[in-house]
């Protein structure tokens, strides 16, 4: 295939699942595969940008999500300062501006704020867009933009819905990604998996890297995206 071609997708999603089970086959702690999960973003992001793509989104972590123990929420949320915070200069120094798609509900003031922080240090950044879907869940963020739509009293319409999305300019997904072998959604990006690729991955998330980014980009061009027309 030609470089001219070669159909670079403008938004791919990342639905990231395996972190537990590729410790657990590692004979590792729980927290270890988390850790090799939050690693592999890095090198996801870099070879994504790296070859056009103007959109990243990762399903970080969901309103589902807080039914895991204490523990685990507890060092997922370090996780999530780490990458606000200490480890932010990456981002800015790649270009790339950080949103965040969710809900404050049930968050820390101190993690509310510094991912605000970083939305604020990055807004200037014009290279690519990682958005993080972050206490999201895209049922909620779908009915959080009809209360929105509703209190502005405009009518209610399919631009009006998409105008009160989190993080509204991001467009919707040309392709969604979703690792370990799980074949679903589970309220990932509702509003903008329309008329999105899906792409099932055997391999847990700890072990993607660059070489699975070219598979995606190489089986986004092997598909004809008809819009039902």
């Avoid at 793509?53 to 123990?69: C, G, P, Q």
């Avoid at 606000?84 to 981002?91: H, M, P, Q």
């Avoid at 919707?172 to 099932?200: H, K």
Wanted: aromatic share 10%.
């Amino acid at each position: 295939m030609s470089d001219q071609d070669n159909k670079i997708p403008n938004h791919i999603g990342f639905i990231m699942d395996g972190n537990r089970r590729w410790a657990k086959t590692h004979g590792l702690p729980t927290y270890e595969g988390h850790l090799a999960g939050y690693n592999k973003v890095k090198d996801v992001v870099r070879a994504s940008v790296d070859a056009g793509v103007k959109y990243v989104s990762f399903y970080a972590f969901s309103t589902e999500n807080w039914d895991r123990t204490e523990k685990e929420i507890s060092y997922l949320m370090k996780l999530f300062m780490r990458m606000f915070t200490s480890d932010l200069d990456e981002v800015v120094g790649e270009n790339v501006r950080i949103v965040i798609a969710g809900t404050d509900e049930r968050l820390d003031k101190k993690v509310i704020q510094a991912a605000r922080d970083a939305e604020a240090k990055t807004a200037g950044n014009t290279r690519a867009t990682v958005m993080l879907c972050f206490n999201y869940g895209g049922q909620k963020e779908i009915v959080d933009a009809v209360k929105k739509l509703a209190a502005s009293g405009e009518e209610i319409s399919e631009e009006g819905i998409s105008k009160h999305l989190y993080a509204p300019d991001v467009p919707p997904c040309d392709i969604i990604v979703r690792t370990s072998g799980e074949q679903r959604l589970s309220n990932f990006m509702l509003w903008r998996a329309a008329y999105s690729e899906l792409m099932f991955v055997d391999k847990h998330w700890p072990d993607m890297g660059p070489n699975d980014v070219k598979d995606v980009i190489k089986e986004y061009n092997s598909r004809s995206r008809r819009y039902g027309g």
